[in-house]
């Protein structure tokens, strides 16, 4: 089924341009939430929020030069290098996840990407594997990959595969130069055609404009199937990065953008990823409100600091939001499409 705000031409989706983004964006702040959270209530009627659970399996020594990234072999951020997790390390990690109300579970290694037949892959294959036995959504970002390695992780129970687009395209060239945007493209091809749900989105702050963001969202709004989750990260400064000194954004902007997200991105969960921890609560609350219906859970992301549990469940109490139930005891899923 077509959803209604999504206009259709013989039955035919029409995919947002960028000036219809804008034209959504744009509009008083007040008149975006409004429309945002008439969609929100339509597709997403429980007042939920997913609670996700990430864990770093193989941190740091990165051979990429994304400028945002602690974990890049070519900065200096002071950060100890770890070897690859074992299954048996990672399964204590994710029953623990479970049981404090997470119903996914993500896995992030610093890698430019895996290959079938390396003996890392395999592990991460039996690791997947285990983990999916547990009842929650699984999720792995291991940068690039081709079909035959996301065909091997859907097969071992994969649920979702985060790759992100992180800004526009041209802006893209800006931030990392030893891969490309079209690359990017190339790996969410591969999880598509493996039958893999898309977990993708970007991080705003990373001295783009308005614009770029408008534009990372019509790439997003083009992917067929649609990304079934969207992680928006607000740049968390690195020492030692090209982008340490960038200056925070504007809340406001976060809001529109997560607001125009909802609204053209209907069906998808939109997660409130890095940065949250410098977010106030009134400001949170906002985005929780505006349309972005999952956040990551426990005091860190992959290398960086993240609100504590307590905070978070004091917070989500504050508002009245439940965390959404772990799926053996749903009827169906929230969403209602
Ligand atoms: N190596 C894999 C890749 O690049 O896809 C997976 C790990 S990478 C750390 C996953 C995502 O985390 C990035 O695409 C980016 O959106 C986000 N991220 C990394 N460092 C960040 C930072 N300092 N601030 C905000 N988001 C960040
Ligand atoms: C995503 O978009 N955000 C998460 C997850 N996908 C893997 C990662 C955030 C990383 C923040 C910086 C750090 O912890 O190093
Ligand atoms: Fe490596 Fe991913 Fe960090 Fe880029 S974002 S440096 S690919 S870990």
């Known amino acids: 089924m077509t959803p209604p705000n999504r206009a259709t031409k013989n039955g035919v989706l029409v995919r947002p341009t960028l000036e219809k983004l804008e034209q959504i964006y744009y509009r008083p702040l007040f008149d975006l939430i409004q429309e945002s959270r008439r969609v929100f ?19 740091g020594g990165c051979s990429e030069d994304c400028g945002y990234c602690a974990q890049s072999a070519h900065y200096n951020t002071g950060l ?36 079938d037949g390396d003996p890392k892959f395999e592990t991460m294959l039996e690791t997947v594997r285990e983990v999916s036995k547990l009842g929650m959504e699984v999720c792995v970002t291991l940068g690039q990959l081709g079909d035959i390695e996301a065909r091997k992780l859907k097969e071992a129970g994969l649920t979702a595969y985060n790759h992100n687009i992180d800004t526009s395209p041209e802006h893209y060239k800006k931030i990392v130069s030893t891969h490309t945007f079209e690359e990017r493209l190339n790996t969410i091809g591969s999880v598509q055609r493996a039958g893999l749900s898309v977990c993708c989105g970007g991080i705003i702050g990373m001295g783009e404009n308005e614009t770029d963001r408008l ?32 200056p925070p954004i504007d809340v406001f902007e976060l809001v529109r953008l997560i607001a125009t997200a909802r609204i ?23 985005c929780l409100f505006a349309g ?46």
């Not at 609670?51 to 941190?59: D, G, M, P, W």
């Not at 649609?226 to 990260?233: A, F, G, K, M």
Request: proline share 8%.
């Open 41 to 59: 209530l339509e597709f997403w009627p429980k007042n939920e929020v997913q609670l996700c659970t990430l864990l770093s399996v193989k941190t």
């Open 292 to 337: 972005a219906n999952s956040i990551f859970y426990g005091d860190k992301l992959l290398t960086a600091s993240n609100p504590g549990v307590d905070d978070d469940r004091a917070l989500l109490e504050s508002l009245g939001l439940e965390p959404q139930a772990p799926y053996s005891d749903q009827a169906q899923p929230a969403c209602k499409l």
């Open 80 to 115: 100890q290098k770890e070897r690859l997790m074992t299954t048996e390390e990672v399964m204590p990690v994710a029953e623990r996840a479970r049981q404090n109300g997470s119903t996914r579970f993500c896995m992030g290694a610093a890698w430019k990407g895996v290959r």
């Open 264 to 286: 053209v991105l209907p069906k998808a969960k939109i997660r409130l990823s890095a940065g949250r921890d410098r977010l106030s609560r009134e400001a949170q609350a906002l």
């Open 215 to 246: 534009k990372m969202l019509e790439v997003l709004c083009s992917l067929d199937p649609e990304p079934e989750s969207v992680p928006i990260n607000c740049l968390t400064p690195i020492e030692g990065t090209p982008l340490a000194k960038t």
